[in-house]
């Protein structure tokens, strides 16, 4: 069974940082892993993601703000971000997908970690 746990969302003023962890149990071989968010009244939308050599996507609104990364040796992934907004204010989600066939997901998630920004 895999599971991912996350760790580190919070309430943060405007302008202020925090670190999403999330690490994955098990003994396994993930190959893309990446967050996404889900705002009050907001469809998910993909925040970054990260493949196992380190390249690296980001959404528009992450860019400059925000960055992935991950420890392959810890199956963890990270976000650390930076000059938050109060329109950062969502619900993450880490993914893991462990298939390394093309155009075949094997996704596995995490449970979501609250990040608050206050103006």
């Known amino acids: 069974q895999v599971q991912l746990v996350e760790s580190g969302g919070g309430l943060v003023q405007a302008g202020g940082s925090l670190r999403l962890s999330c690490a994955a149990s098990?003994?396994?071989?993930?190959?893309?892993m990446g967050w996404y968010r889900r705002a009050p009244g907001k469809q998910r939308e993909l925040v970054a993601v990260?493949?196992?050599?380190?390249?690296?996507n980001y959404a528009d609104s992450a860019k400059g703000r925000i960055t992935i990364s991950r420890d392959n040796a810890k199956n963890t992934v990270y976000l650390q971000m930076n000059s938050l907004k109060p329109e950062d204010t969502a619900v993450y989600y880490c993914?893991?997908?462990?298939?390394?066939?093309?155009?075949?997901?094997?996704?596995?998630w995490g449970q979501g970690t609250q990040v608050t920004v206050a103006s």
């Open positions: 993914y893991a997908d462990l298939s390394w066939v093309p155009r075949l997901r094997n996704d596995y």
């Open positions: 098990g003994s396994i071989s993930i190959n893309v």
């Open positions: 990260i493949s196992p050599g380190d390249g690296a």
